[in-house]
């Protein structure tokens, strides 16, 4: 009979498996076709530093390679910041966009697109910083009482993220209908289109330093969800814990927003779907999400790019995935 830890590396295993699998079937399948072992070669040979000049190396490494791998760290990232943000505020109806990360991004990067005229480096600059601002003007906030709650901080990130939001309405209102208010609407709606290993190099550190934190920190996480009184008793200072949680889950998601646009759902759905499969315990739900949630992007992403001739913005396809299992969340959490 398996150990409980034996059962979990299978299914990590399976996991990984599948992901390995979804990311090669992405680089060969699409609108453009390019045969498996041609695929397989075009690797070795870029990876050799003997990359051809042909349209099928362009599709492959220059154009498939960074996006899959991106959806990758964004899946992944996103996944753990959300399980990680659900333990540490006790509610499992939380996502990383909770404490007005991604209204903040999203006005950072509407800013960026107003002032110069397009999708350049100081939007995905100012998307990151107004990303990082909007929590700490979260935390500020939650500061204005003597004693900050839990409650305080998530009411404190639903002001600002109102405010974001309608900063963001303000800028769509007096952006030029030809050029900046199309770039803003496609950009908010998130998507993997375009991606360059120069994004991918940019996001890589921040989403896998924040990611790497939060799973050392699982164990920490058990204990938070108990609450802050027996967080104590065992010797854990539960204010800095979450500081630290908090601070790892926003650059994570202020660096996925920052180059992929606003993608909803993944951090609020996946940590709930495999809290089903492998309960509450973070030292097995945390890996768990990271893997499932890699899996759930790179899946999604494919269908965007396949289900019609013109791309699907990817947060249109998570929203209308997410939002059926939002309900069935929903329902297993009523009354507690």
């Known amino acids: 009979m398996l150990r409980k830890a034996d059962h979990y590396k299978y299914l990590w ?3 990984l498996l599948v992901l390995l699998s979804f990311i090669f079937l992405s680089l060969f399948l699409g609108r453009y076709f390019v045969e498996p072992g041609e695929v397989g070669r075009i690797l070795w040979a870029n990876l050799a530093g003997q990359g051809e000049n042909s349209v099928e190396n362009t599709v492959v490494w220059d154009i498939r390679i960074p996006r899959v791998l991106l959806a990758v760290l964004v899946g992944a990232g996103l996944s753990a910041a959300g399980a990680s943000f659900q333990g540490c505020f006790h509610n499992p109806l939380v996502s990383p966009d909770v404490l007005g990360v991604s209204a903040g991004a ?3 990067a509407a800013l960026g697109i107003l002032l110069t005229s397009g999708v350049t480096g100081m939007a995905a600059v100012l ?3 107004f990303g990082m601002f909007s929590v700490i003007l979260s935390w500020l906030l939650s500061r204005i009482k003597r004693e900050s709650t839990i409650l305080s901080l998530v009411l404190s990130g639903i002001i600002v ?4 939001n309608a900063l963001i309405s303000l800028i769509k209102f007096v952006a030029d209908t030809n050029s900046e208010l199309p770039a803003i609407t496609y950009w908010l709606m998130g998507s993997f289109a375009n991606t360059t290993f120069g994004e991918l190099k940019m996001v890589c550190l921040p989403i896998m330093v924040g990611t790497g934190i939060l799973l050392a920190l699982r164990w920490h996480i058990n204990v938070l969800t108990l609450g ?4 104590e008793t065992l010797g854990i200072n539960p204010a800095r ?3 630290l949680i908090i601070t790892a889950a926003t650059v994570i998601t202020a660096s996925a927003v920052m180059v992929t646009g606003v993608i909803g759902w993944v ?16 030292k097995y739900l945390l890996p768990t999400s990271c893997l499932s949630g890699a899996v759930f992007m790179i899946l999604v992403d494919f269908i965007a790019r396949v289900i019609t001739p013109a791309e699907i913005p990817i947060g249109i396809l998570t929203a209308i995935i997410g939002a059926p299992f939002f309900v069935l969340i929903y329902k297993r959490t009523e009354g507690t």
């Open 161 to 164: 993220s109102a405010v974001f």
């Open 13 to 15: 295993m399976a996991l």
């Open 241 to 243: 814990i979450r500081v």
């Open 127 to 129: 998307s990151f910083a």
């Open 267 to 282: 951090g609020l759905i996946i940590p709930n779907l495999c809290r089903m499969l492998v309960g509450a315990d973070y």
């Open 106 to 108: 999203g006005f950072g």
């Open 228 to 231: 802050d009184e027996e967080a």
